[in-house]
């Protein structure tokens, strides 16, 4: 299989919390899914905890601007929990409006700053 067609083999790219202590140790949650054809990086607490900034870089790489919300079904190799193969489609855009999602924009890197509604800290 060639590199192009990984692209999206396993959706978007994503930030996990895995905690180091308690009783919820070694667990992985899932936390953020960046946009289409992007990579997410650079997750950074503030040092109060109340503020995580997360730059979400070459948004549309592969496929350019996402024109006139294109998208594809890619059939994908799936397996269950117990081991047995199935075929999955799944609906996929073509390219970025990342950030405005507005149709035919072109898209723009970005850093993003998550925090709480009550301003408590995330971590």
């Known amino acids: 299989m060639n590199q192009a067609s990984l692209c999206g083999l396993f959706g978007n790219n ?6 180091t202590s308690g009783s ?12 289409t054809e992007t990579e997410t990086c650079g997750p950074l607490f503030t040092k109060d905890g109340k503020t995580l900034f997360v730059a979400i870089q070459h948004p549309g790489e592969k496929s350019g601007i996402r024109q006139n919300m294109a998208s594809e079904t890619r059939e994908f190799a799936m397996k269950t929990i117990d081991g047995s193969d199935f075929m999955q489609n799944r609906t996929v855009p073509m390219g970025s409006n990342w950030p405005t999602k ?22």
């Open 102 to 123: 507005k149709v035919n924009e072109p898209p723009k890197p970005s850093v993003v700053a998550i925090r709480r509604l009550d301003s408590t800290p995330i971590t």
């Open 14 to 19: 994503s930030i996990w919390y895995i905690p």
């Open 24 to 35: 919820n140790a070694g667990e992985a949650y899932l936390f953020g899914i960046g946009p």
